[in-house]
C-alpha cells in the first residue's frame, strides 16, 4: 500500500516538473546491436539528486494522478524515440512500462493512439511492457483492449514473467510478441539448478509459442554464456549498460551508426 505521503510526493513530483525518464539499451544476444530502450521513471530533485521513483508509480497505481503520469511518461518517451528515429536510427525500439490499470481501460488505445501521431512515432516501433499483477479479475476486459492495441501495431510484452500474479494461461490467450524473463530468474545463473531449470523452460516455453524472449537484469559472462546456450533472443542489464540520461544513449547509438 502507497503511504499518503508516497502519494502526496508523486503530485508535488508531477507538479514541480521533477520526473526524468532514463533509458536502458536492449540488446540482440547475437549481434550485441541494441534494439530498443527500456523507459525507466526516475525522480530528480532540486539539487540534481536522481532517486528510482518505484514508490511513485506505486503511488499513482493506487491514486487519482495515474493518467497523467503514465500520459507524461509515453509522450516524454514517444518525443525521444522519434527523435533517435529521426537522427540516428530508423528501427530503434522503445520500451514503455504501462501501470497494469491501464490495461483494464477500453480507451487506452485511443490515447496512444493520439499521442503516436503527434510525435511521429511508428506503432510497431513500440513496445509495451504489461505487468500481470490485476488482469485476473478482469481478463476479458484487458484481453479486448490487448487485441485493440495489437491491431493497431503495437508491440505487446508480458514482464516479469513467472512472478507475481504471471500466468500461463496469459500467454495461451492474450496476443503477445515475447516475455521478459526478470532477473529472479537470472541472478543464480548458472550454478542454481532451480534458476537453470527455470530459465531454460521459460525460453523454450516461449519459442515454442513463436514468442521472443528478453532476458533481464544480466550481471556476468556467466549468466550470458548460458542463456546464450538456451536460444535467448535478446538481453539487458548492468553487463552491458545501466539505465541512463537520454543523451548517454543517443551517444550509443551514434556508436553504432558510425561502426555499421
Ligand atoms: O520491472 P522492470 O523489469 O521494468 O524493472 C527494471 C529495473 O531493474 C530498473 O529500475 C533497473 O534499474 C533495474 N535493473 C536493470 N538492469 C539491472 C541489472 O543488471 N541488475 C539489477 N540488479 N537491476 C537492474
Ligand atoms: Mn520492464
Known amino acids: 500500500m502507497a503511504t499518503p505521503e508516497a502519494k502526496a510526493g508523486l ?7 521533477e520526473l526524468v525518464l532514463f533509458y536502458q539499451p536492449i ?34 497505481e493506487e491514486g487519482e494522478d495515474l493518467h497523467r503520469l503514465d500520459s507524461w511518461l509515453v509522450r516524454t518517451a514517444y518525443r525521444q524515440a522519434a527523435h533517435w528515429q529521426r537522427e540516428l536510427a530508423p528501427d530503434v525500439h522503445i520500451n514503455i512500462n504501462l501501470s497494469p490499470r491501464e490495461f483494464q481501460e477500453r480507451d487506452l488505445t485511443k490515447r496512444l493512439e493520439t499521442l503516436l501521431s503527434g510525435c511521429g512515432v511508428d506503432p510497431h516501433n513500440v513496445n509495451l511492457e504489461i505487468t500481470e499483477t490485476h488482469f485476473i479479475s478482469k481478463a476479458d476486459r484487458v484481453l479486448d483492449v490487448l487485441a485493440d492495441l495489437k491491431r493497431r501495431g ?12 504471471s500466468s500461463i494461461w496469459h500467454l495461451q490467450h492474450f496476443p503477445v510478441d515475447g516475455v ?23 525460453i523454450a516455453l516461449a519459442h515454442e509459442l513463436e514468442l521472443k524472449v528478453v532476458a533481464e ?15 535467448c533472443d535478446y538481453i539487458q542489464g548492468y553487463l552491458f549498460s545501466k539505465p541512463m540520461p537520454a543523451a548517454a544513449f543517443e551517444e550509443l547509438l551514434r556508436e553504432q551508426a558510425r561502426s555499421r
Do not use: Y
Request: charged residues 35%; contains cysteine; aromatic residues 4%.
Open 11 to 17: 503530485h508535488r513530483a508531477i507538479e514541480n516538473d
Open 27 to 60: 540488446h540482440e544476444l547475437e549481434s550485441r546491436r541494441i534494439v530498443s530502450a527500456e523507459a525507466l521513471l526516475r525522480a530528480q530533485r532540486p539539487n540534481g539528486e536522481i532517486r528510482n521513483a518505484s514508490k511513485l508509480a506505486e503511488a499513482a
Open 154 to 165: 503495437m508491440n505487446l510484452w508480458l514482464d516479469d514473467f513467472g512472478t507475481g500474479h
Open 180 to 202: 521478459k524473463v526478470p532477473g529472479a530468474f537470472v541472478k543464480d545463473l548458472p550454478d542454481d539448478r532451480r534458476c537453470r531449470a527455470i530459465a531454460s523452460s521459460i
Open 217 to 231: 537484469e544480466i550481471e556476468t559472462e556467466e549468466q550470458l554464456a548460458f542463456l546464450r546456450d538456451c536460444g
